[in-house]
């Protein structure tokens, strides 16, 4: 078979396909650039530094704080959502951070969702993202979000964080067992040993996704 070469497509088709890369993998990313004048140029765009998924930086190499920069300048998901629970969870800015985090959830980034949903629940009691989740896809979500974090440590808001956690604890999650939608069962672990397996009702499985929410954040 014929070798097929990049840039033998049209130079809009190569944005795209430079873009699309931009989301997946840096190596292949930086692959690109070595292959012609033209890629190199694409993969510094504005374009592409708005999909890049800071994520995907491999962990053995130290990330350049410009990288950031300008994937902050040009509205990257993965920066707004790490600049927005660094604001939110680190250092006390609710509002300002809050606002980061649902930009990037509101342009499909499924950490960010994630975050975004579980705080407005904790919070304000607002359960209107909850709808926008696949179920089956939440616990592979939930796990994206303890891997990368939030900004580990306590924060000045970390008394709210506890003080929420303690209301869960006192008045939210007993109805999570006294719940009949389905037997709770031991055997089924999440955390703290609590499941009732896949036949829960929606408040109950919602419940059980804050409580895990709440372990992750604040031990």
């Not at 009691?125 to 989740?133: I, L, M, N, Q, V």
């Not at 709210?160 to 007993?174: D, H, I, N, T, W």
């Not at 069962?185 to 397996?197: P, V």
């Amino acid at each position: 078979m014929a070798e097929f070469r990049l840039t033998a497509l049209p130079e809009e088709l190569q944005d795209l396909v430079v873009h699309s890369v931009a989301k997946n993998s840096f190596g292949d990313l930086f692959r690109l650039r070595t292959t012609s004048k033209h890629m190199k140029e694409i993969t510094v765009s504005p374009g592409v530094y708005a999909s890049l998924k800071v994520f995907n930086w491999p962990c053995y190499i130290p990330r350049p704080l410009r990288l950031y920069e300008e994937c902050f300048a040009h509205r990257s998901p993965s920066t707004l959502y790490l600049k927005g629970a660094q604001y939110f969870f680190l250092y006390g800015f609710e509002e300002e951070g809050l606002a980061l985090v649902k930009t990037a959830a509101d342009n499909s980034f499924k950490i960010s969702l994630y975050t975004y949903a579980m705080v407005r629940k904790a919070f304000w009691d607002d359960e209107e993202y909850f709808s926008r989740f696949d179920i089956d896809d939440i616990r592979k979500i939930s796990m994206d979000v303890e891997e990368h974090g939030w900004g580990w440590g306590w924060p000045p808001n970390a008394t709210a964080l506890v003080a929420k956690r303690g209301e869960f604890m006192g008045s939210v999650l007993p109805s999570y067992f006294t719940c009949e939608c389905s037997t709770y069962n031991r055997w089924f672990k999440w955390h703290d040993d609590l499941s009732k397996g896949r036949e829960m009702c929606h408040r109950c499985f919602w419940t059980r996704e804050l409580g895990i929410f709440f372990i992750s954040l604040v031990l």
